[in-house]
Nanobody, 118 residues
């Protein structure tokens, strides 16, 4: 089971980016999926999460600016990031809680870098 994240890049403050994360591999079920981020010198923090039933939760710092969505048929989630701020600069990681024949638990994707210029 692997997660592939994409969509990072360099953007000016006030701009927008859309991140995508796709789960590959043979799995029975995907429970919650989430985006985390980690800025240099800081701990990894939750940005947004979405359950298999579509319930969402956001960090207070991104609420109202970021939207997480889930495409179950594609085993994917997106993160629409609007009104980006300099402090949103970080490596963004996706996480999925999966159930498969050989593994049940959390799987992390490799990070995708988001850089917001002020």
């Amino acid at each position: 089971v692997q997660l592939q994240a994409s969509g990072g890049g360099l953007v000016q403050a006030g701009g927008f980016l859309r991140l995508s994360c796709v789960v590959s591999g043979s799995i029975h079920k995907i429970d919650a999926m989430a985006w985390y981020r980690q800025a240099p010198g800081k701990e990894r923090e939750l940005v947004a999460e979405i359950t298999d039933s579509g319930n969402t939760n956001y960090a207070s710092s991104v609420k109202g600016r970021f939207t997480i969505s889930r495409i179950n048929a594609k085993k994917a989630i997106d993160l629409q990031m609007n009104s980006l701020k300099f402090e949103d600069t970080a490596a963004y990681y996706c996480l999925a809680t999966v159930v498969s024949r050989i593994y049940t638990g959390d799987v992390w994707g490799k990070g995708t870098q988001v850089t917001v210029s002020s």
